[in-house]
């Protein structure tokens, strides 16, 4: 087992490992997402409170558990990285970083437009999107900076010690509802008593964060390899792998 991780860490064995993974990650979303987002749409019964427009959460929260499970993703590669000088790591983290910046800007639209009928506004200052919007911010300047600098290590190393530092946000985003007095409703799912939420709503919710789940490993897996190709363009290893392709 350990060996096969030690192996992963290798630009050349990454590359090879993700690139058979990628078609079955691809079904599996496309099955994944279908099957959520019909159960979700046509199959899950109406709110009694909000009627139909609740029916976005299924596309709001996955996108808004993503935003934050890809950051940790992020800055834990990039904290191992830094510490290991990794280079697989590093790539993980830069290729992350897109990814979780869409995750973040799709849950900040869908929150809006579920906000304009909730709340008769598309934006307020609340504790939970304010400090959402940070989050975008850190993956932007997370992209900014690795691009602003030439040298991949030390681009590598600046990037990850933002990342580290902007993991205190996380926190400050799950616990926001609580710590404050806040217009965003609390936690329906993650509960320790049981998910305020009916089983009929709850399992497409479930599906569709299994499919936004799927589907991050899916476009990380062939950003990585794209990534790879380009560090690695001239090492003897690509080198062959472009002549056998032509």
Request: charged residues 15%.
């Amino acid at each position: 087992m350990w060996s096969f991780f030690h192996r992963l860490a290798s630009p050349k064995h990454f590359y090879a490992f993700a690139g058979r993974l990628i078609p079955w990650l691809g079904w599996i979303t496309l099955l994944l997402m279908l099957a959520g987002l019909y159960t979700g749409l046509f199959v899950a019964p109406t709110d009694y409170q909000q009627g139909e427009s609740y029916r976005i959460i299924f596309v709001h929260v996955p996108a808004a558990w993503m935003s934050m499970f890809v950051y940790m993703v992020m800055a834990i590669s990039g904290g191992i990285g830094l510490v290991w000088k990794m280079k697989m790591a590093d790539i993980v983290a830069a290729s992350a970083a897109p990814i979780g910046a869409a995750f973040t800007f799709l849950a900040l639209v869908t929150g809006s437009l579920w906000g304009k009928p909730m709340w008769g506004t598309w934006w307020i200052w609340d504790a939970r999107l304010t400090s959402e919007l940070i989050l975008l911010f850190l993956y932007l300047g997370f992209i900014a900076l690795g691009s602003a600098i030439e040298d991949k290590r030390t681009a590598a190393n600046a990037c990850a010690v933002l990342a580290l530092v902007g993991l205190v946000n996380i926190p400050i985003i799950h616990y926001s509802v609580e710590w404050w007095n806040t217009l965003h409703q609390g936690s329906t799912v993650t509960r320790f008593d049981r998910p305020a939420m009916a089983t009929s709503m709850l399992i497409p919710l479930l599906i569709m964060f299994l499919a936004y789940k799927i589907y991050f490993f899916l476009v990380l897996f062939m950003r990585t390899r794209a990534e790879i190709l380009d560090r690695e363009r001239n090492t003897g290893w690509v080198k062959q792998l472009v002549t056998e392709a032509s």
